[in-house]
């Protein structure tokens, strides 16, 4: 492995490890304040246990993504000195935002985890709200700054140089809103699909456990409405990246000749040498259906762009592909769930329900990460779309391979830290009886 490729991978493991702990971060406080609404609208201890065990949860999970978002932004400035030097003053708005949005997520934490009996419940409440609120601000204001990546506005190029930078124009550029409400939605939609599997699995143990029905209810409700509404946030994430990014769409699609009326590839294996997709299934006319809401628009084929512009299509593909499955999915096993409250105004708790729920829970965390794969390797070779090659901002350093096993070993130790007090957290919880 070269240096650039090893730099590649050590910032590709860092963010699938810190991605998890960020989507939590937006999700867990939002659902731990429901918990506590429904407790002081009905007065039912149920949900009170519910807010405090998974506050603790969120204390646990924040203190390993704050230590891996740590990590992250060392590796900028270390791993890509040149992507910084250049872009620092166009992107510095929405990271230092970041970080006030950071601190003010763990102030308002720490009010809301040892001000139970020490400020008024209302407000109390209102400081789990500033929790949830500051933690998707925080996310929304990294998701900025990769959208520029995407898609940089906000200055203009003089002698390779950026003059004229209106950060404001920067933050706002034409894949920030897409980017950011499609990013937020999946963070909830994986969380509460996680959550939901959980509690699932110890109510199929036992049915009679009011506190985890509760705590499946409340997860269900939340992940079954976001996973409903996330393919209208894709539709408009993708026509975007149809605008403004049509290789990185070609590339999804596995689609090589510019055409009108181009059919969506489904599946298949690309061959980037014959410019074809072996056993793939064709849907006519729905790649320019999808991309442009138009059955004979045309699509731009990777044959337009010379080839060293290429990402690795078959990854790009095949990333998209999973994503799309596991969020198709999703859909489907909540529109299931809402049928069934509508028609018997109760949860599904069928034993064939919780079984299925159990075996997708984690499919809204794939989802995601392949969601970032495929956002990140379909801009490659490029760091910022069309003006820095990514070859040109890391650092001259060698033995990189020596940091990349470091940190490695180190997030495995995380992982390990935290499955251990998240089952801790899991297994002492109560065993309340009851019906609804």
């Not at 124009?169 to 959980?198: D, R």
């Not at 499946?216 to 409700?221: D, E, F, Q």
């Not at 984690?362 to 990460?369: Q, R």
Request: glycine residues 8%; proline residues 5%; neutral net charge.
């Amino acid at each position: 492995m070269n240096d650039l490729l090893i730099a590649r991978s050590q910032m590709g493991m860092s963010l699938a490890f810190h991605i998890v702990f960020a989507a939590i971060g937006i999700a867990l406080p939002l659902i731990m304040c429901v918990a506590e609404w429904l407790w002081l609208k009905t007065g039912d201890e149920v949900y009170y246990e519910l807010a405090k065990r998974w506050s603790k949860g969120a204390a646990i999970l924040f203190a390993v993504g704050a230590v891996s978002g740590t990590v992250l932004s060392f590796e900028l400035g270390l791993l890509w000195p040149g992507f910084m030097k250049w872009s620092g003053e166009i992107i510095g708005l929405p990271f230092a935002l970041e970080g006030f949005a950071f601190f003010t997520e763990a102030i308002f934490l720490g009010i809301y985890l040892y001000g139970w009996k020490l400020v008024p419940k209302t407000m109390h409440l209102i400081a789990g709200a500033i929790v949830a609120i500051s933690g998707a601000a925080s996310a929304l204001f990294v998701i900025l700054a990769n959208g520029w990546m995407n898609t940089p506005t906000g200055f203009r190029l003089v002698d390779g140089k950026p003059v004229d930078i209106d950060p404001i124009a920067a933050m706002w550029n034409p894949a920030a809103v897409p980017e950011a409400v499609h990013m937020l939605i999946a963070a909830y939609v994986s969380t509460a699909f996680l959550a939901a599997g959980i509690h699932a699995y110890m109510l199929l143990r036992d049915k009679t456990n009011i506190f985890h029905r509760r705590a499946l209810a409340i997860a269900l409700a939340l992940g079954g409405s976001m996973a409903i509404i996330q393919p209208v946030s894709g539709d408009v994430l993708a026509q975007m990246v149809a605008r403004v990014q049509p290789v990185k769409l070609a590339a999804m699609e596995a689609h090589y000749e510019t055409q009108r009326g181009a059919p969506l590839t489904l599946g298949g294996i690309p061959d980037d040498d014959k410019g074809v997709v072996y056993m793939g299934v064709e849907i006519p006319y729905g790649l320019s259906l999808l991309s442009f809401h138009d059955p004979n628009a045309e699509v731009k084929g990777l044959k337009e762009f010379p080839r060293e512009h290429w990402p690795n299509v078959l990854l790009v593909h095949y990333c998209f592909q999973i994503m799309v499955g596991c969020g198709t999915i999703l859909m489907l096993v909540s529109a299931w769930a809402a049928i069934h409250v509508a028609r018997k105004r109760t949860l599904p708790d069928s034993t064939n329900f919780l079984k299925v729920l159990i075996l997708i829970s984690p499919l809204g965390f794939v989802a995601t990460e392949t969601g970032w794969f495929v956002t990140e390797l379909g801009r490659q070779p490029w760091v910022v779309q069309g003006i820095m090659l990514t070859k040109d901002a890391v650092t001259p350093m060698t033995g990189l391979a020596i940091p990349f096993s470091m940190f490695t070993a180190l997030y495995i130790f995380l992982a390990v830290i935290v499955v251990f007090l998240i089952q801790r957290q899991i297994i002492r919880s109560p065993r309340m009886k009851g019906s609804e």
